[in-house]
């Protein structure tokens, strides 16, 4: 669990080097090594670890736009994932997706960039897993602010009626973007949302991976079992921008000084270092995470571009016959170019 | 994937729904992994016939009534498919889409691209469209444009029971989201007349009908009529009033908008040179458009005349004279070919 | 509230007669004089007049895909309504929207055929209400196959985050088409929906008007006070099928004989005589009811169906200039015609 | 509705952002009715600066952040604009359409027809579009043809500043749905610098830019590039390249797409007789099929050369080699300008 939040941690710390980096003097979005937007989840990090600690690589896993913390924690190939950041041809999309867009089959875990729409999939892989007969769960991670969103309230009544082994993790960081909670639902435990569906809810009320852990022992517990679907709200904390380069003139000045102090890689480790785990072994701990990070970060920078062509590619599996390129005279049946 | 029609060994004529029921019992039998979900697919057996009959043989595993939350079990057929199911999932009418529209276009279509190939989505959209039964403005279009504009589904419409059953063949053996548009007035249902075109006879193998070939209904020198579902009937039977008055018209049935067979259409148009489009979409910004533009694009120099009949622009009004106005007629499309001549 | 639950019942089993009538022999739902599907509502009475009885022709209701019992009980016009409903040219909204498609302004009455989606409407004309500082509130019909869908789940929140004007009301009817509400949520109690989103939850387990006439005069007293929405679910029957045509072969046989005998109607008369109204009073207002039915339907069968040309008009407000038919070639700036 | 475009008394270069904002708080000062819903819009000014300075001046009443639930606050536009009021409710990107497209297309725009015109539904959908900074398949369409498809909404989009301050005045006064879609990469953000085209002089006065005039942006005897949003400013540029070559390209800003302005293009082909169509919607079965449809329809026999430029019918990918190679660039309209001469 450690190791995959100081990895998460340093992770989102260098991407956010990296992508800033490329954007001086002047803040400008289509410049530098990484394209696009970039959300980070520094301080979310005891609501990956604590849940996906208790997953296997056959289990599924859904993230929403803010994913690095969640595929860290699930074991999605650092390497890959970070060159289909850096937008590479080698990535796990081969560029395509990016940031919002990543897909590891080979851990099950994919992720969409439009709010609570990961819920449905997730419980359509523990429909498969439950009509197969495995005991493989889903987990679908959302944001406090998507549990206002239909996909989510309904995919909680599809899961409860059906029983289906899925626990829904909603990170309640108390913002979305530039909302805060109070401002968008009359409902401080978002668990709370549960009630209305006859299925149990859960608050994990700290930002603390042990009792995100326990809690989620017993919400996976429960769906491998059989027994059905859990609610869990765990509470992390932003803190950063909603995304790189949003200057929170939203948020109060000290907001950010005071949840540092409440940082749940420091209350890991003191935990840790409670139970007898000596400063040297979280150092290396620290020090392995931070080697695996800048090794994924110099592969995805050695990495190829796409090439043009390749757009064109994977519109489909089962492309027509003849195959063709979409739009060019070809596939139009001829031309006067 | 090529065609496999295998000689005729026992043909009955079957209406349109048995057909698209046939082909889905048939892969069911064959592969525990597809399964059909929907609103009344079970014990109701779907309300324009899609899965009569499919409980009682399957069960309610594999015959699954859902909740009226389109975006929730859709997008569990999404999630059900990349775990490498085969789900047929039913959206009761097209015009229902609003509620789900994510669920379908930006994951079911989308993930196998932005996932550069490394997930697919092999499910069906079975859904009905269509008027002609004062359903008025929520309950009768077919949106073939809307489907069709956006990337990454194949988008079918059958318009016979043969085409019904081999397109269903294809479309669950497809690697891809296929969606699946039925016509309700061509289902041959108990209380919605059909017309005579769409039972026909219907092997009792399976077959494909693979995605991309348009099928040239009737062959003509004068003008070249595309459609597609509804308008096929009516573009036939308006074509056989035509040739009374020595007026040859081809009609070319597009059975597939994506992947279209744009081949077809430019090369009638070549021989003929005189161009007319007809569905029940919308007129603007949809399929007539876009025929009409490939035409344009393949055979410009060819083309002497084109014409659209489609809904004008307008929600689909609910008195009787008022929705006949809007929806092509037989006659319409008459009309609209003898324009194209001299 | 007697004389709109008998005029609603007498109303949709002449609407049946009439509509059944044209469809002898074989049913076709393209033939006889009412075009169209038709979801009729005997058994919901009290549903309808229990709550709208609070109603002010400023109030807003929106109804779904069955909604005569909901529109009678407004006071929307029967002459107009009827004629709508045959698809004539004076009806409410010319011929063009028909039995789902119900538009009165002047008592602030809609109807929409699509699941739960005239709840948002219903939210806004509250807000507007609350805009503009009145009193005014909504009330939004839905059946219980609606409380799983996004759209529903989704005003719940909205209105109770704003302190909305809004009561929502659930028809219990026990099916959705074909659908028994066991098979689709695991929550017996619709209203308990409501507990997810820190909102008054009430049910009335009764299909009786006067029990759902008490619980609708706390619910539309506490919007109107300016204290926020309500859900309240009201136990109903459907007599009848899903829509006219339905075989209901889904259906338990004795299932609609037993539901007769706990008709809401029949236990308000018991109710009213218990109070000393009379046999006679009652006989006379069925007797108006059943002339004010049939002096609507007599009314819509004169009128005229709309002119072909008139498909064209009410598209938008406010043309285009010049004024054009869409789809005609004035519209396309000439052609080859 | 006629334009009234005042004498500029006095004139300042704007962002389109800093303009449209401009016509929505002069029209929320003068009716107390108009109002601003959407996410972010409050504190944050619209993630792209589409309500900038709105809550310091009208409060949070007037301007109000909103839950994550498009269906529900768009719906609730669509009710308070039939009880009379103005609301503008914003869609944070187009792409979330699918979302809540029921409340957009099957109550917004339909309810004015199915009523028969006993209600209106005077409000604006603000939605921002476009790609060209690696958002990839979820966040970088502009879905012009998805919308302007559907009958019942107006469907506007402005490519400069001086438009998309007349158009939000047009649109707010309109009494039917407009959607009002601003292209992120003409807004004027400080963190997504704009092209040179979209910062124009714009009078402080209030005035309307009536919709379905399409603005000949450049005159030409060669040929007729119709485009609309981002690409105006490309074609403008590439028709300055075409210049030096001596060939005259004419370039069409179609300005709105409902209620679309046919003989502007009509005539333009006419005289030209070559005709391409660019825009950053999907090519199939959208905006540019529709144009060539129109101009086939209207001016068949002085057309001799037809081209289409739009996103090739897949999804918007990442990368940015690959997200430059589907988008159409200036030198792809200059190119395909040169294919249809000769
Ligand atoms: C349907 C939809 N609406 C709006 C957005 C834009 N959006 C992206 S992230 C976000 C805020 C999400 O907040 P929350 O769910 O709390 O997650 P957080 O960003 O705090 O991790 C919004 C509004 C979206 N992606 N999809
Ligand atoms: C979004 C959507 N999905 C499905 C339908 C089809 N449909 C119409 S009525 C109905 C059942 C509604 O059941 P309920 O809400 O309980 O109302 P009841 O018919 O029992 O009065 C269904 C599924 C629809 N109109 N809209
Ligand atoms: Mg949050
Ligand atoms: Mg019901």
Redesign the pocket.
């Known amino acids: 669990m450690f190791s995959d939040m100081v990895t998460a941690r340093y992770y989102e710390e260098r991407l956010q080097e990296e992508y800033l980096e490329g954007k001086q003097p002047a803040f400008d979005i289509s410049a530098g090594p990484i394209p696009g937007e970039l959300?980070l989840a520094a301080g979310h990090e005891a609501a990956a670890a604590g849940v996906c600690q208790h997953l296997r690589d056959d289990d599924t896993v859904t993230a929403?736009?803010?994913p690095h913390h969640v595929a860290i924690a699930k074991g999605v190939d650092l390497d890959r994932m970070t060159a289909e950041i850096f937008g590479r041809r080698t990535g796990l999309c081969k560029g395509k997706g990016g940031h919002m867009h990543l897909f590891d089959p080979d851990v099950n875990f994919a992720c969409s960039?439009?709010?609570a729409q990961g819920c449905p999939p997730a419980v359509g892989a523990a429909m498969a897993a439950k009509k197969r007969g495995t005991d493989g769960v889903a987990v679908a991670y959302?944001?406090?602010?998507?549990i206002d969103?239909g996909g989510f309230l309904e995919s909680l009544n599809l899961a409860s009626v059906h029983d289906l082994p899925v626990v829904f993790v909603v990170?309640d960081?108390d913002?979305?973007?530039s909302m805060p909670k109070e401002r968008v639902t009359d409902v401080k435990n978002g668990a709370q949302r549960a009630d209305g569906f006859d299925m149990p809810g859960v608050r994990v009320d700290y930002n603390d991976a042990v009792a995100v852990y326990e809690a989620a022992a017993e919400a996976v517990g429960r769906a491998r079992a059989g027994n059905g679907p859990t609610l869990l709200e765990v509470q992390v904390h932003?803190h950063m921008g909603?995304f790189m380069g949003d200057a929170e003139a939203y948020r109060p000045d000290d907001e950010v000084e005071r949840l540092k102090r409440l940082d749940p890689i420091d209350r890991l480790a003191d935990r840790l270092r409670a139970e007898g785990v000596d400063e040297e072994r979280l150092g290396e701990l620290r020090a392995a995470a931070e080697r695996r990070v800048e090794d994924a970060i110099a592969f995805a920078k050695e990495q190829p571009e796409p090439d043009p062509e390749e757009a064109y590619d994977d519109v489909f599996a089962d492309p027509p016959e003849p195959a063709a390129k979409p739009g060019t005279a070809a596939a139009d049946g001829g031309g006067d170019e | 994937m090529a065609t496999t029609e295998p000689e005729p060994v026992a043909e009955r004529d079957l209406t349109m729904s048995r057909a698209m029921v046939e082909a889905v019992a048939t892969e069911m039998r064959e592969n525990d992994e597809v399964f059909v979900m929907g609103e009344d697919v079970a014990d109701y057996g779907g309300i324009f016939d899609s899965t009569q009959g499919l409980l009682d043989e399957f069960g309610r595993d594999r015959v699954m009534d859902v909740p009226i939350s389109e975006t929730a079990f859709i997008g569990a057929a999404v999630g059900s498919a990349q775990a490498g199911m085969r789900p047929i999932a039913e959206l009761m009418f097209v015009d229902f889409f609003g509620v789900c529209m994510d669920q379908i276009y930006n994951q079911m279509a989308k993930n196998a691209y932005m996932s550069g190939g490394a997930v697919n989505v092999p499910m069906v959209l079975t859904t009905a469209v269509g008027g002609t039964y004062s359903d008025a403005g929520q309950h009768s279009q077919t949106l073939y444009g809307t489907f069709a504009h956006l990337p990454g589904m194949k988008v079918v419409v059958p318009s016979t029971a043969y085409d019904a059953k081999g397109l269903m063949h294809s479309a669950i053996r497809d690697d891809d989201p296929v969606v699946y548009m039925f016509h309700k007035r061509l289902m041959g249902l108990g209380w919605m007349p059909a017309p005579p075109g769409p039972k026909t006879p219907v092997p009792e193998e399976a077959y494909e009908i693979p995605f991309g070939e348009a099928d040239v209904k009737r062959e003509g020198d004068d003008a070249t009529v595309v459609t597609l579902g509804l308008h096929v009937h009516r573009a036939l039977e308006a074509a056989a009033e035509l040739a009374d008055d020595g007026v040859e018209a081809e009609v070319i049935d597009l059975r597939t908008l994506v992947p279209l067979d744009t081949e077809t259409v430019v090369e009638s148009v070549r021989k003929t040179g005189r161009l007319v489009v007809v569905d029940e979409d919308y007129r603007s910004f949809g399929v007539t458009g876009e025929i009409v533009a490939r035409a344009a694009e393949g055979a410009l120099s060819d083309l002497e005349a084109v014409e659209r009949l489609a809904i004008p622009d307008v929600p689909i009004p609910y008195a009787r004279p008022l929705e006949e106005e809007v929806n092509p007629a037989t006659e319409d499309i008459a009309a609209a070919v003898r324009r194209t001549q001299g």
């Open positions: 959300h929403p736009h803010r960039g439009i709010i959302l944001g406090e602010g998507a969103q990170e960081n913002w979305a973007i932003r909603h």
